[in-house]
């Protein structure tokens, strides 16, 4: 049986996603990934990545989130 466990929940200011971040443990052990599930409106992505990737993935925006101003506000998209 494959066991979930909740990681990380947040909604995303601009646009409304909601992140999950989930721990997924396969059945006997076997392996471990890490699953992102991003809700937008009633549409979903779902996607597992493995823990070499998630910390290159992490690095990345780890990265880009400290070169931006941390005043920077963007301006709501006109309708």
Request: glycine residues 6%.
């Amino acid at each position: 049986m494959t066991t979930l466990t909740p990681l990380a929940k947040f909604t995303i200011p601009v646009g409304l996603q909601v992140i999950e971040l989930q721990q997924v443990d396969f059945e006997g052990g076997s392996m471990r990934l890490l699953r992102t599930r991003i809700r937008e409106k009633s549409r979903f992505t779902v996607f597992d990545i493995d823990p070499q990737s998630a910390r290159l993935w992490g690095e990345a925006l780890l990265r880009w989130a400290a070169e931006q101003p941390d005043n920077q506000i963007l301006p709501e998209a006109s309708a």
